[in-house]
Nanobody, 118 residues
Framework: QVQLVESGGGFVQPGASLRLSCAAS????????MSWYRQAPGKEREFVAT????????NYEDSVKGRFTISRDNAKNMLYLQMNSLTPDDTAIYYC???????????WGQGTQVTVSS
């Protein structure tokens, strides 16, 4: 069974940093591209960043470029999102996701809350 467990969220002030983690299991993590998404209150879930299986390719949503960095450790089955210079607009529940489907379904974690407020 695929499992994705996010952690690292919290309540921070504008300008602060957070590092999100996603522990993956139940599939061959090292062979799958991974992504981070987020969902703010009252808004649809949106793409944040993606990384290829060997970490040779990354892509970011425009508003986080230069502030967020996606990375992974295939030896530990871990996905990360380093978030710097946080603003209130970054407040959302952050989810990790396997790119594409496994066993004919998409897999999401349960999410971790990030709140940025003064």
């Amino acid at each position: 069974q695929v499992q994705l467990v996010e952690s690292g969220g919290g309540f921070v002030q504008p300008g602060a940093s957070l590092r999100l983690s996603c522990a993956a299991s139940g599939f061959t993590f090292a062979t799958r591209a991974m992504s981070w998404y987020r969902q703010a209150p009252g808004k649809e879930r949106e793409f944040v960043a993606t990384i290829s299986a060997p970490s040779t390719y990354t892509n970011y949503e425009d508003s986080v470029k230069g502030r967020f960095t996606i990375s992974r450790d295939n030896a530990k089955n871990m996905l990360y999102l380093q978030m710097n210079s946080l603003t209130p607009d970054d407040t959302a529940i952050y989810y990790c996701k396997v790119v594409g489907s496994i066993d004919s379904r998409e897999w999401w974690g349960q999410g971790t809350q990030v709140t940025v407020s003064s």
